[in-house]
């Protein structure tokens, strides 16, 4: 079975610095894995994802995660937030038919 | 194209009533994907549909909790005699094929149970 844990429920920082989400998983087998963000009154939205081939994976807004394997880790990283990233963020894994969620982390943007 | 819609968008139901939900996946779309998400919590996935069959049922929380989708199309998830616990955004997925790495989100549908 697999696992997700998401360790930050709530992430503030000011607009302009850089953010990193944590996420880690667990699997006996190997899995893909994605993060979903979810903006404020909107469904869910595939940000990035990583299913095979280089372990850094990009978005088209600047968000970037790599996948370490030995760390069992998908971090989602910006180097610079607006005010308008401020959304929840869920890291999912799967290997199957279904995707396994984490509890999500929720970034707070300040101007 | 169209997406993912789902139906009702907010559904209020008093204790003990049976409810309804619909999912209408996005046209062509095989698999269908049935999620709840609870305040604070993250998703929790209930049921999977490839066309019309369900090979895995194994997240639908009790037996009053049930689904069925029809044409390879439409998909109905049914919660008989609510409960508070039940209170919940509903959300529906479909992917391409089989695999669930495409998958494609409603905007749910948010259950509250007085």
């Known amino acids: 079975a697999q696992s997700v844990t998401q360790l930050d429920s709530q992430v503030p920082v000011f607009e302009e610095a850089p953010v990193e989400l944590r996420c880690n998983y667990s699997s006996s087998v190997s899995v893909y894995l994605f993060w979903y963000v979810q903006y404020p009154n909107q469904g869910l939205q595939l940000l990035l994802k990583y299913l095979s081939g280089s372990t850094l994976v990009e978005s088209i807004n600047g968000f970037e995660a790599e996948f370490n394997k030995s760390q069992t880790s998908f971090h989602l990283r910006k180097p610079s937030v607006h005010i308008s990233d401020t959304a929840e963020y869920f890291c999912?894994?799967?290997?199957?038919?279904?995707?396994?969620f984490g509890t999500g982390t929720r970034l707070q943007v300040f101007p | 194209g169209a997406g993912v819609s789902q139906s009702p968008s907010n559904k209020v139901t008093e204790k003990g009533k049976d409810v309804e939900l619909r999912c209408d996946p996005i046209?062509?779309?095989?698999?269908l994907y049935w999620y709840r998400q609870r305040l604070g919590q993250g998703l929790e996935f209930l049921i999977y549909?490839?066309?019309?069959?369900?090979?895995?049922k194994s997240g639908l929380p009790s037996d009053r909790f049930s689904a069925e989708r029809t044409g390879e199309s439409v998909s109905t998830l049914t919660i008989q005699r609510t409960q508070q616990e039940d209170s919940a955004v509903y959300l529906c997925a479909s992917s391409p094929d089989g695999s669930s790495y495409e998958q494609y989100f409603g905007p749910g549908t948010r259950l509250t149970v007085t």
């Open positions: 549909f490839q066309g019309n069959s369900a090979p895995d």
């Open positions: 999912a894994v799967t290997n199957t038919d279904k995707l396994i």
């Open positions: 046209s062509g779309h095989t698999a």
